[in-house]
């Protein structure tokens, strides 16, 4: 089975635990609030340098993180 690169990366999930979830727990809400959206910015800002062969995938990490944000708004 291949890895998903964008909504589940092997990488994030050492632990046990992903990396996101201990995120959002070490930090208040304001915080994650803007690790998102710097994430968010970052993927958008450079789509169509760091993956030029595949720049779509860039964009997609941004919508992960526009999604996640969403969610976290939505729950409060």
């Known amino acids: 089975m291949s890895?998903?690169?964008i909504n589940n990366p092997d990488h994030y999930n050492m632990s046990g635990m992903e990396t996101i979830d201990l995120?959002?727990?070490?930090?208040g809400m304001t915080e994650f609030e803007g690790y998102l959206k710097g994430n968010i910015l970052k993927y958008v800002s450079r789509y169509r340098f760091k993956?030029?062969?595949d720049p779509v995938k860039d964009l997609l990490k941004a919508q992960w993180y526009l999604n996640k944000l969403?969610?976290?708004l939505q729950k409060q």
């Open 3 to 5: 890895e998903d690169e």
């Open 70 to 72: 969403i969610g976290t």
């Open 51 to 53: 993956h030029a062969e």
């Open 23 to 27: 995120l959002q727990e070490s930090m």
